[in-house]
């Protein structure tokens, strides 16, 4: 079988955030510390950062990764992604592994990447998405916080930007966040962007909802440690605060 590649998606012109790729946590780049931590997993046969922007692709480059440019016009990073496959390495067998770790999933590790991966190898299906525990009730609530729902066999039932399952009726429920670190079956990423978009999708902006209500399995794993996703500029003092504190940084980044 061969090895997964990674894909890192990742655009100037995010609309809650314009220009995050770039800002500097701990002095690299928001996205170079993606790729860097992507790097620990040591068993990919490729990492490359698909964008649409000179800036990223420049800053890529000099920092000695591969990039990849793709089409203006993507409006979900998963057609990024199928496109810089596509171009890049067209020979890429159906059965490959794609690893989508979205550009600001910023404690993204190597235990989380080798999660998805095992969990798709082992359950089959085309697509395998990461939840990361919520510790905190404000972010429970928080509708920029995409969370997720699955069956005690790993299915996912369903996302939401509500918080679900409720806290009305019990203080304590299970409250996870859905990741950016997916992994997709090159032949069902491909297949994916062809699927018309679908209602739920687009109204709760989730494009994993397509592949629910297209009918196709869509697995869970969760893990209990913390992730962030940097949206905002509080998320990014939150994530280099973090990013401090986390032994993972000091492998790929001299700290005082």
């Known amino acids: 079988m061969s090895k997964p590649i990674c894909i890192i998606p990742a655009r100037m012109g995010s609309s809650r955030f314009p220009g995050k790729p770039l800002k500097p946590l701990l002095g690299l780049a928001l996205v170079l510390h993606i790729f860097e931590r992507c790097r620990l997993y040591g068993n990919f046969s490729h990492i490359a950062i698909a964008t649409c922007d000179d800036e990223i692709y420049d800053a890529v480059i000099a920092h000695g990764g591969e990039a990849i440019m793709t089409a203006q016009s993507h409006e979900r990073c998963t057609d990024r992604v199928q496109e810089a496959v596509g171009v890049r390495y067209p020979n890429t067998s159906d ?151 986390d032994p993972l940084t000091r492998q790929y980044l001299a700290l005082p």
């Open 95 to 245: 059965d490959t592994v794609v690893v989508m770790v979205q550009g600001d999933e910023v404690l993204v590790s190597p235990t989380m990447i080798d999660d998805v991966v095992t969990a798709q190898h082992r359950s089959g299906a085309p697509v395998v998405n990461l939840g990361s525990k919520l510790y905190r009730p404000e972010d429970h609530d928080d509708p920029n916080t995409v969370k997720i729902v699955a069956a005690p066999d790993g299915r996912v039932l369903y996302f939401s930007r509500a918080a679900i399952p409720s806290r009305t009726r019990l203080a304590t429920v299970p409250m996870y966040q859905q990741t950016g670190i997916m992994a997709f079956t090159w032949g069902f990423l491909k297949q994916f962007s062809a699927l018309d978009p679908t209602p739920l999708e687009a109204i709760e902006s989730v494009d994993m909802l397509r592949v629910l209500e297209h009918g196709h399995a869509l697995h869970a794993v969760f893990s209990e440690n913390e992730t962030i996703g940097v949206d905002t500029e509080q998320d990014l003092k939150r994530g280099e605060d973090l990013l401090k504190n």
